[in-house]
């Protein structure tokens, strides 16, 4: 499976790489926003975006709405992993098309079950 995090974090990014390496998921790309993310999609579809919500230059709500405008892009799964944990923002994300929700600090355990529950596993 091909997955792509779209953090502008450095370590969180490095934090949900060893999590899916642990998981037995290698063919991992790295983006530090949405827009970055966008032009490494063209290049290679993933199945799962792993989007943060604050970043700069593109935030996860945006690129959650630009993937979700593209029907190239309906089989990509999208699941926030966010430490946003109003209400409205989780409303947000999934009202623009997000598949799942995560709140950081986010376990092994968690990632797990939430890709179970996106059927990737």
Known sequence: MRILIVDDSRT???VLRRMLSQL?????DEAEHGADALDKMVVKVP???LVDWNMPTMGGL??????REERHYDK???MVVTSE???RVVYDAL????????MKPITI????DKMQLLGLT
């Open 47 to 49: 199945d799962l975006a």
């Open 24 to 28: 037995g998921e290698t063919d991992v």
């Open 109 to 112: 355990e968690i990632m797990e």
């Open 62 to 67: 945006e690129f959650v709405k630009a993937v």
């Open 85 to 87: 944990s109003s209400p």
């Open 12 to 14: 969180m990014r490095l």
């Open 95 to 102: 009202k623009a098309g997000a598949d799942e929700y995560a």
């Open 76 to 78: 990509v799964r999208l």
